[in-house]
């Protein structure tokens, strides 16, 4: 039960690592609020995580959608102990234009920047205000897109590190302010969700490019979604404290040598 009588809140957790977040959150005892624009997959996924869980829908790159969220959360429970920023998307399931860095299509960039950069800075905007009383801790989830270039999806580490830096930036405003706030991110990498699914295909070709793709992890193998929600847990709970502003890497090695170097 190590996160006991806190109030938890999950953008993006529909499915994927804030599903696996969400269902971790509640095992280790937080009341969760799952949060996304999926409403139909929130449902179903709070049916089975009640009582400890109900869903919102929250558009994380709308600040009125945050505004209304906030007040909610301030009237039912009055206090927010843990936020995990993790709403995100690539580009590619969400356009049919380029993403690479010559044909860049300027509608496909600003709207993976307004889930993942801006929906970001929204919700530690909020988070703050809800979190500055009694303290809290903010999880970002950015990505290894977000430490290295990624020369065919260009707005997606662009808007990543924009997660990395900001995170940097509210863990230093927070401490300057004397809030117990704390704000970290984790950097995933080679995580097998829904997210792939544009990049993978199907049949042989899936298969091929996923043995391309772990031919290239020092472990071996993709990770599972509760791989990450592990070290969101670490972030969010009370075991880290003393920990803000860090950069936490799942990625099966990746970042530690070569392999951060993209491939086509």
Known sequence: MRLKD????????????GQATAELFCKEGATVIVTDIQNEKGNHLVKNLKPNAEY?????????????ATQYITK??????????????????ESSKPLDAENSDLNS????HRVNSTGVMLGCKYAIKLMKEKGGSIVNISSRSGVVGIPGAVAYASSKASVRNHTKSVALYCAEKGYKIRCNSVHPAAIMTPMWD?????????????????????????????????GILYLAGDESKYVTGIELNIDGGILAGSEAK???
């Open 198 to 230: 544009a990049m993978l295909g199907e049949g042989e070709q899936r298969k091929k490019i996923v043995e391309d793709v772990e031919f290239g992890i020092p472990m071996g193998h993709f990770g599972e979604p509760i791989d990450v929600a592990y």
């Open 56 to 68: 919102l829908h929250l558009d994380v790159g709308n600040e009125d959608s945050w505004l209304k």
């Open 6 to 17: 806190k109030i938890a809140l999950i953008t993006g957790s529909a499915q994927g690592i």
């Open 76 to 93: 039912k429970y009055g206090q927010l102990d843990i936020l995990v920023n993790n709403a995100g998307i690539t580009g590619f399931l």
């Open 262 to 264: 993209p491939r086509k």
């Open 109 to 112: 960039w600003e709207k993976v």
